[in-house]
């Protein structure tokens, strides 16, 4: 890497001299069509001293005088233009050269991205062997102490069994069911939980009014919002939702509240002198600023969706991926257990990918000023 480093290095060098030179020789030409002008104007006075030339250069008519006069002016004005310009070209001649070697051409760079990548692809991979091999010994020789796998499934049996389901209509089905409920719930948490949080954190008022109720609300955990949410709503599809709703909705309306208080208030002021109003600073203002403490609350929140979906759809659902997994304990289907629990982990991580790609295209600045090997 050093080598070839240093190659394009020498390489810009090379090409900086060369543009050099070749300025010299402009230059040159340009000197060279000063002074040929000179002797057309000024022959006749060159000649030795007496009366001869003297008498020559009075017989010398007065407007050839003026023309050589002017040839010599406008020579000498174009060749100032072309050292000008030269001049100026020098250097972006060789800022040129200097930044064709350094900057490596495209295949260059999603080779040494690929290559920053591959450490952490590789220890992801080896994390996950690793558990695969603790299942698998845990399993095959029947690990029993204290932590019991005499009745948890091996990784053979998982697999196999995700293999039967794979063209199973009401299994697909109960996975399309629950990303609809979950989609549902998070994207009526995330248009509520930012508009609050953002209201509350901008008026101080409006903060001491509501947020003393939120604040009593929030500790109750998802599974205790069950029954009295079942009494709330007309149908258990709506109940199910409503308690996603709530598993989001808490987390993004804390973190949008402390990104409101974060955003500095230079640029509240900034803005003030440029004459924004009250609805432009916020949308171009105070949203902005606050865009990574929500997305964080967006995470986080996504995570604690899953979590309460997971538990409303076991306690009061008929269809969905949590259903599934506790009517497979119901039935003494353990290998299913086990796929209903890699379905929810999967689709979790779909969903936290989502949200992170999301981040990287709302906030551009945040991968550009980034620290290096930054995820």
């Known amino acids: 890497m050093a080598g070839a480093i240093s190659l394009r290095v020498l390489r810009g060098e090379g090409r900086a001299a060369e543009s050099l030179a070749e300025d010299r020789r402009d230059g040159e030409a340009a000197l060279a069509a000063v002074a040929s002008p000179l002797p057309a104007a000024v022959a006749p006075a060159a000649g ?4 001869g030339s003297a008498t020559a250069a009075q017989a010398q008519p007065a407007d050839a005088a003026v023309a050589s006069t002017a040839a010599f002016a406008a020579a000498g004005t174009a060749a100032a233009e072309l050292l000008s310009t030269t001049l100026q070209a ?79 209509g009401k299994f697909l089905t109960n996975i399309g069911i629950s990303l609809q409920r979950i989609l549902l719930g998070f994207a009526f948490a995330t248009v509520l939980g930012v508009v609050f949080g ?50 989001a909705f808490f987390p993004i309306l804390l973190n949008t509240l ?50 309460s979906l997971i538990a409303a759809e076991m306690i009061s659902g008929q269809f969905g991926v949590g259903y599934f997994t506790w009517e497979a304990y119901s039935l ?14 999967v689709l979790g991580l779909a969903c936290s990918g989502a949200i992170r790609l999301l981040s990287r295209i709302a906030m551009p600045w945040q991968s550009l000023g980034g620290k290096e090997g930054a995820p």
């Open 90 to 168: 020098a250097p972006a001649r060789a800022a040129g050269g200097h930044a064709a070697a350094a900057v490596p051409p495209a295949p260059g760079r999603l080779a040494g991205a690929l290559r920053r990548q591959l450490p952490g692809l590789l220890l992801g991979l080896v994390s996950i062997g690793l558990l695969i091999g603790f299942w698998y010994l845990a399993t095959a020789y029947r690990w029993n102490f204290y932590i019991r796998f005499t009745n948890v499934p091996t990784p053979g049996e998982v697999f196999s069994g995700l293999l039967a389901l794979a063209g199973d």
């Open 332 to 345: 003494i289907e353990y290998p299913h257990i086990v796929i209903g629990m890699l379905v929810i982990g």
């Open 258 to 307: 402390h990104g409101v208080a974060a955003v500095d208030a230079v640029l509240l002021r900034a803005a003030r002198c440029l004459g924004a109003g009250e609805a432009s600073l916020l949308a171009r203002v105070i949203l902005p600023a606050a865009l990574p403490h929500i997305f964080t609350g967006l995470a986080v929140g996504m995570g604690v969706a899953w979590v």
């Open 48 to 51: 030795p001293a007496g009366h």
């Open 198 to 247: 953002l209201l509350c954190g901008r008026y101080l008022m409006l903060r001491r009014l509501l947020f003393p109720a939120l604040e009593v609300l929030r500790p109750i955990p998802a599974i205790a919002w069950v029954p009295i949410s079942i009494m709330l709503w007309p149908s258990t599809e709506s109940s199910i939702v409503f308690i996603t709703f709530l598993g």
